[in-house]
């Protein structure tokens, strides 16, 4: 059996800005948490809920707060009206947090990863803590048979290695090849994504091969899909999960603010590569997400990340889960 940690209910509340905090299940029968002065004394955040038969786990890898949010998000409009949407949400106007969210899914043959992180290097600013969330539900890095990378950008590869050993020993890795191609080429060389091919390099290309390249439809294993998103980077892929009639979609960078990419969709984000592509895959896939009413669990969305949308004005309207799991 696997067990929860005990000191997880509270971890890192204090960081959530305007977002609901949603409790694990487990969390209600359990001690309280002790008194400390920062989230890391008592261990990162996770949510844990049943999908079916899958046993799904969201660790909040860190957060980190900004100051002009206009500068990320909504770089095609003015900061005045990037402000004014913001406090008609109850946020505020000149200030953003960002979080980043992993997923495990234990589907009862494999132990799928989705994304891992920042990794180490982010470790002294209190992010990088995958490992130890994972920890906290019972998993370790061996017990990781498949690690999916959404895309390669380096808030999703950073936790690939650990001193410079693959994290995840037992694992072998799936990807799109377009997104690999892509990173991988030393024409990067030179150009903006230099850095990003850099970072490949020494997380990704490393690991090539044990590597499955797949596209648009691509099985990782039975009940998990991937679907193409390009926009945000050139192989950007998102992935439906079900089992037993419950669905669930592994949204990834699609949107990276709950209120500024879901209710404005066609606003550029700093970090889209392709900014028109990426607006159009917004607006297709949280189309299709609100229409069928399915769940969605994105990278950047307020912990525990995971919530469904519907149709608002010109985009759409985050709604937390909160005990649709349960029952």
Known sequence: MISVNRRILLGGAGLALAAPMIMNRAAFAQDAAPAATDASAIGPETDRFKLGSFDVVVVRDGSRAADNPQETFGTNQTPEAVGELLQANFLPADKFVNGFSPVLVNTGSDVVLFDTGLGEGARANGMGRLVEGLAANGYTPADVTIVVLTHMHGDHIGGLTEGGAPTFPNARYVTAQTEYDFWADPARMGTPAENGHKNVLEKVVPLAEKMTFIGDGGSVVSGITGMAAFGHSPGHMIYRLESEGRQLVVTADTANHYVLSLQRPDWEVRFDMDKTAAAATRKRVFDMLAADRIAFVGYHMPFPAV???????????????????EI
């Open 307 to 325: 919530g469904f949308v519907e149709k608002l004005d010109t985009g759409y309207r985050f709604v937390p889960k909160s005990y649709q799991f």
